[in-house]
């Protein structure tokens, strides 16, 4: 039997929404908790790194993910590749692996390819995918697609990656401090480059537009989100850097032409 607290609670409930909230209004409880996350999280002293060094081509420094977050756009590409045997598809920035084994399941018969700019990340994808016995599968260091095969994937995942967790709350009338159009704009002509014509680009949760880049001329909108599934708490940034007020954007997977208008 479930152990309850003196409140009726279980006590996974009576710590989130009644014991949690008192501790962190303690004096020094939050410096507290961050020194004892540093010490004991090898991925959180990853983040703090990153956001630190601020390497070359580095959006999102922070590693929350979770398996089958997005099951309406995977399975729109399921249906859309249903007619290769074996399609190549690209998670970029893949975090931990959650999205490139939840895309094992949507396309079993797919080799698929992770890549992400934390070193952290990639360890733990590789040590997963060993004790799953995942075949077919590969993981990458790196932080953009320069070196990938011109049109060698059929679809390419970019979620919740072009974004940088720091705008979360919408204030800054700026993005350039943390994350420049430019350098999505450039990252994803690099992704363009490597996907096959009639391939499929997903781009969620960003803080840019795709409809925004050059490249977008070159590709056709075929999904979008209904109203109550657009992102939230996610601020959008025009070519200027400068924030779009009250923009809505709800288009997240478009299909490269196959023959680039005249």
């Known amino acids: 039997m479930r152990a309850k607290s003196k409140t009726g609670l279980g006590w996974r409930k009576f710590y989130t929404t009644v014991l949690k909230p008192n501790l962190v209004r303690l004096p020094g409880a939050r410096r507290l908790a961050r020194q004892a996350r540093f010490v004991l999280s090898p991925g959180f002293r990853s983040e703090l790194r990153l956001q630190r060094e601020k390497p070359g081509n580095l959006f999102q420094p922070f590693r929350h993910t979770a398996l089958n977050r997005y099951p309406g756009i995977f399975s729109f590409v399921r249906e859309a590749l249903a007619g290769v045997a074996v399609p190549r598809v690209l998670s970029f920035g893949c975090s931990t692996g959650e999205e490139v084994f939840t895309l094992r399941e949507y396309l079993p018969n797919a080799a698929i390819t992770g890549i992400d700019i934390n070193h952290w990340n990639i360890s733990v994808c ?5 004790r799953l016995g995942h075949s077919n599968m590969e993981f990458r260091l790196k ?8 049109e060698s994937y059929d679809a390419v995942f970019c979620m919740a990656v072009f974004r940088h967790g720091g705008l979360s709350e ?35 949760h960003s803080n840019f ?24 708490g996610v601020p959008l940034y025009g070519r200027s850097n400068r924030k779009l007020v009250e923009a809505v954007y709800n288009a997240v997977v478009f299909q490269k032409r196959r023959i680039k208008p005249g």
Do not use: W
Request: proline share 4%; charged share 35%; glycine share 6%.
């Open 126 to 130: 590789h040590r997963r995918a060993e």
């Open 143 to 150: 932080a953009d697609a320069l070196d990938e095969i011109s």
């Open 170 to 204: 919408g204030n800054a009338p700026g993005c350039d401090h943390l994350i420049r159009f430019e350098d999505f704009e450039r990252t994803l002509a690099e992704i363009d480059r490597c996907l096959k014509p009639g391939g499929y680009l997903s781009v969620m």
């Open 209 to 232: 537009r795709f409809c925004d880049t050059e490249i977008s001329k070159n590709y056709e909108t075929v999904l979008t989100l209904d109203r109550e599934q657009q992102p939230s």
